[in-house]
């Protein structure tokens, strides 16, 4: 879960650099501004660095997505990588 929150934050921190101290609770959109579109990139930029295929995230999921720990939660639930 430590690698999960690590590629987490250094993507949200690509896109939202004000966010300076990322938490769970944080939302994607009213904490840190982040448009559709921008979750849509991170979600495939991190699927991409976390070995997750992206054609297994199921509608459910995507609505799930509004805090920093939702996020952190869907790639631990679907992250095909073996934890240390």
């Known amino acids: ?3 999960i929150e690590s590629q ?3 993507s949200l921190n690509r896109v939202a650099p004000k966010a300076s101290h990322l938490t769970a609770q944080m939302s994607l959109k009213d ?5 559709s579109l921008t979750v849509i990139s991170v979600l495939t930029s ?3 660095e976390l070995g997750v295929d ?3 995230l ?3 999921d995507l ?3 509004d805090t920093v720990g939702d996020l952190m939660n869907l790639f ?9």
């Open 46 to 48: 991190l699927c991409d």
């Open 76 to 84: 631990a639930k679907h992250s095909q990588k073996v934890p240390a």
């Open 63 to 65: 609505a799930r997505l």
């Open 31 to 35: 904490h840190l501004g982040l448009s």
């Open 58 to 60: 199921t509608d459910a």
């Open 1 to 3: 879960m430590q690698e």
């Open 54 to 56: 992206i054609l297994k």
């Open 8 to 10: 987490v934050f250094c």
